[in-house]
């Protein structure tokens, strides 16, 4: 675990905001110098505390108009690999995050569609057919909020 500062905390917020923003930028909005802020933005990355500076597409505009949620339940533990089924639901365009949780059910997908029907036609011909598959419960995202880290930064 690493200990966070003020300006630790500081930078964290402008990032998770706009992680484009040159460390020069950055700087300049936390009273630092560019090459102090490089440093800052190294030593948490070298901590694990930043992972990856990602695009967020909005799937919205690029015609994907639905979001859903799976809880998907495989039907024989132990007969089908874990392994076997990650490949090949990660294989699925559509799916955008793969889960591996532990309750009611095995994994945790989020899918995206154009449409319902579109939706559909995913659920019946690519993800039904997975290997060992078995119970699957959909919920249709209908908004979504951007919440703050737990470091409230």
Not at 10 to 31: I, N, T, Y
Not at 43 to 51: F, H
Not at 92 to 112: K, M, T, W
Request: aromatic letters at 4%; hydrophobic letters at 45%; one cysteine or more.
């Amino acid at each position: 675990m690493i200990d966070l500062d003020a300006i630790d905390r500081g930078l964290l917020r402008e990032m998770m905001r706009d992680a484009r923003q040159s460390a020069g930028v950055l700087g300049r909005r936390l009273g630092l110098s560019q090459p102090a802020t490089w440093r800052r933005i190294k030593r948490l990355e070298g901590a694990g505390v930043l992972k990856a500076r990602k695009v967020r597409l909005n799937n919205e505009a690029l015609g994907f108009g639905v979001t859903v949620f799976l809880g998907v339940k495989l039907a024989t533990k132990g007969r089908v690999s874990l392994d076997d089924f990650e490949r090949a639901v990660c294989a699925i365009p559509e799916v955008q995050l793969v889960q591996h949780v532990l309750g009611l059910y095995d994994y945790r997908l989020r899918v995206v569609a154009r449409d319902l029907p579109d939706f559909e036609r995913v659920l019946r011909r690519r993800i039904m057919t997975l290997p060992g598959i078995g119970d699957v419960e959909a919920n249709v995202l209908l908004s979504e909020e951007r919440r703050p880290g737990p470091l409230g930064v």
